[in-house]
């Protein structure tokens, strides 16, 4: 079945900088890639989406950038801050059915 | 605004009890309901999915079942728990008809001795 490869598994930042998420599929028919933030102890958040017809999706601080034909994307966090430190999870929607396929998620540290 | 509970929050069990664990959304009717779990320190797996009442879909198994009695409430059950049952155990919603926008409930912690 699909499988989403996701790296790092850890990332640590100076505050300020950027971090950068990166994730690749398999499955060329897959066509919606959400990215969700966890903070320990807590549920997945919805941070940012994008869908196979866009290449780039930016809301505030984070950008999603998405190569069909290389079947990667990823997640972009500018001017990070402490309050961003927490695991993300890239996933991918195979078929039509809702089935969300996740990474292994990516520990962001984000240090003062 | 939709609101969606899971109950309850957390739950100590011994091996080879009975589980039932719930989740209700509010302020969304007929929503795509999917139920998640999730190892500690690991990724999210789906578990089952269900487009309408009545109607679930297994997606892994893992000794578990579900059932969807009314249009806002997803019922996961098992008549007896494995150690490997623990986790987080977390209900999503959503409002798209293929799936996309899935919104996380604040999960169950389930611990089982």
């Known amino acids: 079945g699909e499988q989403v490869e996701q790296l790092p598994s850890i990332l640590r930042v100076q505050e300020g900088s950027s971090a950068s998420i990166n994730c690749s599929y398999e499955?060329?028919?897959?066509?919606?890639f959400p990215w969700y933030k966890q903070e320990p102890g807590e549920n997945p958040k919805l941070i940012i989406d994008i869908r196979s017809n866009m290449e780039r999706k930016q809301i505030q601080e984070l950008i999603v950038l998405l190569d069909k034909k290389a079947k990667r994307f990823s997640l972009h966090i500018t001017d990070t801050q402490p309050g961003d430190s927490a695991m993300y999870f890239c996933?991918?929607?195979?078929?039509?059915?809702?089935?969300?396929?996740f990474g292994l998620g990516t520990t962001l540290q984000v240090q003062p | 605004a939709q609101t969606i509970h899971q109950w309850p929050v957390a739950e100590i069990k011994a091996v080879g009890s009975p589980l039932s664990l719930g989740c209700t959304i509010k302020?969304?009717?007929?929503?795509?309901l999917y139920w998640y779990w999730q190892a500690t320190g690991g990724t999210l797996q789906q578990l089952f999915y269900s487009i309408t009442v009545g109607q679930v879909e297994s997606v892994v198994q893992l000794n578990l079942s579900a059932s969807r009695p009314k249009d806002d409430q997803f019922i996961l059950s098992t008549e007896k728990l494995l150690l490997s049952h623990s986790g987080f155990y977390l209900c999503?919603?959503?409002?798209?008809?293929?799936?996309?926008?899935?919104?996380f409930g604040p999960g169950t912690r389930l611990t089982v001795l």
């Open positions: 302020g969304k009717s007929s929503p795509n």
């Open positions: 999503a919603w959503s409002p798209d008809l293929w799936g996309a926008e899935q919104y």
């Open positions: 996933a991918v929607i195979t078929g039509n059915t809702g089935k969300l396929i």
């Open positions: 499955d060329s028919a897959s066509n919606y």
